[in-house]
């Protein structure tokens, strides 16, 4: 896959990859004017895009990561899927996770566009599936004798920092 068509009804320039390396493009806020997002509140950002991917594509759109930690804003699902059969304006739904207010401007860059190729699959349904190593061990093993793993939460500039302190018994 070499070319998607795409709409663009924004004054912005296409997505692009910045790097060699990136795996994500920029989406940017297509806005008449500043918008100010309240701590804790969330809304849908219009990116003025419109795209058609391929059977077997989908477009995923994660947060940027110096705007989540420097201020707080992230995606409110996480990780936003794009069907290949979608085909409205991409908007991106965000949220204010910080304490003080953020204004968001038109033409920033407020989350990335992966293009990943996935498969469907077809349900087989049986009574039984096949053992592992790991069997059905998650979180749970977190407290097993072999790896105990203690939270310390630190207050850190104002902000609650999770770490890890792993020992074994």
Same mark, same amino acid.
């Given at each position: 896959?070499?070319?998607?068509?795409? @709409?663009?009804?924004?004054?912005? +320039?296409?997505? *692009?990859?910045? /790097?060699?390396? #990136?795996? !994500?493009?920029?989406?940017?806020?297509?806005?008449?004017?500043? %918008?100010?997002? =309240?701590?804790?509140?969330?809304?849908?950002? +219009?990116?003025?895009?419109? %795209?058609?991917?391929?059977? &077997?594509?989908? $477009?995923?759109?994660?947060?940027?990561? !110096?705007?989540?930690?420097?201020? $707080? @804003?992230?995606?409110?699902?996480?990780?936003? /899927?794009?069907?290949?059969?979608?085909? $409205? =304006?991409?908007?991106?739904?965000? @949220?204010?996770?910080?304490?003080? #207010?953020?204004?968001?401007?038109? &033409?920033?860059?407020?989350? *990335?566009?992966?293009?990943?190729?996935?498969? *469907?699959?077809?349900?087989?349904?049986?009574?039984?599936?096949?053992?592992?190593?790991?069997?059905? &061990? !998650?979180?749970? *093993?977190?407290?097993?004798?072999?790896?105990?793993?203690? @939270?310390?939460?630190?207050?850190? $500039? &104002? /902000?609650?920092?999770?770490?890890?302190?792993?020992? =074994?018994?």
């Amino acid at each position: 896959m070499d070319h998607v068509r795409i @709409i663009n009804q924004s004054p912005y +320039p296409l997505p *692009q990859y910045e /790097t060699k390396g #990136s795996a !994500g493009m920029d989406l940017k806020a297509h806005l008449d004017e500043a %918008i100010v997002l =309240e701590p804790m509140e969330r809304t849908l950002i +219009p990116t003025g895009l419109f %795209i058609e991917l391929p059977d &077997g594509f989908e $477009g995923q759109v994660r947060p940027r990561s !110096g705007l989540s930690i420097r201020h $707080g @804003i992230t995606l409110v699902n996480a990780v936003g /899927t794009i069907d290949s059969d979608y085909r $409205g =304006e991409i908007k991106v739904p965000v @949220i204010n996770l910080s304490q003080s #207010s953020y204004c968001l401007n038109p &033409g920033e860059r407020i989350a *990335q566009l992966v293009i990943a190729k996935y498969h *469907q699959i077809n349900w087989n349904e049986v009574k039984t599936i096949n053992e592992t190593d790991r069997g059905a &061990g !998650g979180l749970d *093993q977190l407290e097993s004798k072999e790896n105990m793993m203690k @939270i310390v939460v630190m207050k850190y $500039g &104002g /902000t609650s920092v999770a770490t890890e302190e792993s020992r =074994e018994k």
